[in-house]
């Protein structure tokens, strides 16, 4: 495990950090905001990595579980983020979801049903499905620690 | 009655810049209705549904629509809308104030420069195919730099000339499956098109979207978060059929 972490681990980092940074000037978060969104969503995508190579089960299920911590990790920071800088918290949870959220998934569901492979569409499409409802989840959960902490610190 | 029409005025505008720019259904309606009793009408019903909005005062049996067309991306004006919303509520500024600096919100916030959205529409492109990969030949890095960059200029400009939402889409993603098959024929050693093309789409992919309609689905909005997936769905269709469009050619 820290062979990993010192190999794939802070690559993986490293390429979170600049995909949500440049996902952030895309979208034109403001410039004080993009390099603590980058490291939001550097936090989330290696938790989601992390979880992918320890988890000893099917893919679907490495996919489910990996995007819903990944998404309250990414939740729970935003959350601070936000308080800290004092801006809203999409500033910081929309860039950062850049690596989870299923875009790439659902372009190859097209992809593959317009090419006639269904078989592989369908595959894709339940991913995109499991993905985005784990992700809504996950910031349920993240919305409900960031109440309770904030009731317990005041 | 003239404050009554600067409020209804203004509350509406500051919805549908937040609509307008990427936020959720809930912060609208939440942002709203704090504008409403912060401007002295605690008892405003605001309605939002993800194409129009309405505002009205039972009290003073007055309302107002306003229809929202266009849904893009823009944070710096959610954030902008939320420090003024703020400073309101503080009594920093009055209402005039308020609707005043709402309207220059809305016509223009600072934005980053073209050639900061090329260089970052690479470095969203070139990590991501990294990351989800694993391919990282110099083949694949430059190629894809150059399909996730000109694909992008493409949807940008696009829509800018034309603002026809899908085309633009369609268009990048066609140039990302041109650009991927040139590729193909001209890069030496090994290449990776299927790995050059899922990182290329990143930048337009509608992954965000799809997110927010089950979020919003989520939190009750049972119109409004089916109509966000049915405009994701659209624009996936459109990238997913540009890239099909060159792929037969392999």
Not at chain 2, 134 to 161: I, K
């Amino acid at each position: 495990m820290g062979h990993w972490i010192l190999t794939t681990g802070i690559l993986q980092l490293v390429l979170a950090y600049f995909a949500t940074a440049g996902f952030g000037v895309l979208l034109n978060i403001p410039r004080r905001a993009l390099n603590l969104s980058g490291w939001v969503g550097a936090a989330g995508w290696l938790t989601y990595e992390f979880l992918y190579f320890l988890l000893p089960t099917s893919i679907n299920v490495k996919l489910a579980v990996g995007n819903l911590i990944a998404a309250v990790v990414i939740g729970v920071a935003s959350g601070l983020a936000a308080h800290y800088k004092h801006m809203p918290m999409i500033i910081f949870n929309i860039p950062s979801l850049v690596p989870l959220v299923p875009g790439g998934q659902s372009y190859r569901v097209v992809r593959n049903l317009v090419t006639g492979h269904p078989h592989v569409a369908s595959e894709y499409l339940a991913q995109v499905v499991i993905i985005a409802g784990v992700i809504a989840i996950g910031f349920l959960i993240a919305e409900f620690i960031n109440r309770v902490t904030w009731r317990l610190i005041h | 009655m003239e404050q009554t029409n600067v409020m209804l005025q203004a509350t509406l505008l500051a919805g549908a810049i937040l609509l307008e720019n990427g936020a959720e259904i809930e912060r609208v309606e939440d942002t709203m209705q704090r504008i409403a009793t912060n401007a002295g009408y605690p008892d405003a019903q605001i309605f939002v549904l993800l194409t129009g909005i309405t505002v009205s005062l039972p009290e003073a049996a007055t309302s107002q629509v306003r229809a929202i067309h266009r849904r893009g991306m823009d944070l710096e004006k959610v954030d902008q809308v939320n420090t003024l919303s703020r400073r309101f509520a503080a009594h920093d500024i009055d209402l005039t104030q308020f609707a005043t600096q709402l309207d220059q919100v809305n016509q223009a916030v600072p934005t980053f420069p073209f050639s900061w959205l090329l260089i970052a529409s690479a470095v969203v492109s070139v990590p991501l195919m990294v990351a989800f990969t694993g391919h990282a030949t110099p083949a694949d890095l430059v190629t894809c730099a150059l399909a996730g960059t000109l694909g992008f200029s493409t949807y940008y400009w696009v829509n800018r000339l034309g603002s026809i939402r899908f085309l633009s889409e369609f268009m990048g993603a066609l140039i990302i499956g041109l650009i991927t098959l040139i590729g193909e024929h001209v890069a030496p050693g090994s290449y990776h098109p299927d790995a050059i093309i899922i990182g290329a789409v990143m930048p337009l992919v509608p992954g965000v979207a799809i997110t927010n309609a089950v979020r919003d689905t989520m939190t009750g909005n049972l119109l409004s978060g089916p109509a966000r997936a049915i405009e994701a769905i659209l624009s996936a269709c459109a990238i997913g059929v540009g890239i099909a469009l060159t792929s037969f050619f392999y």
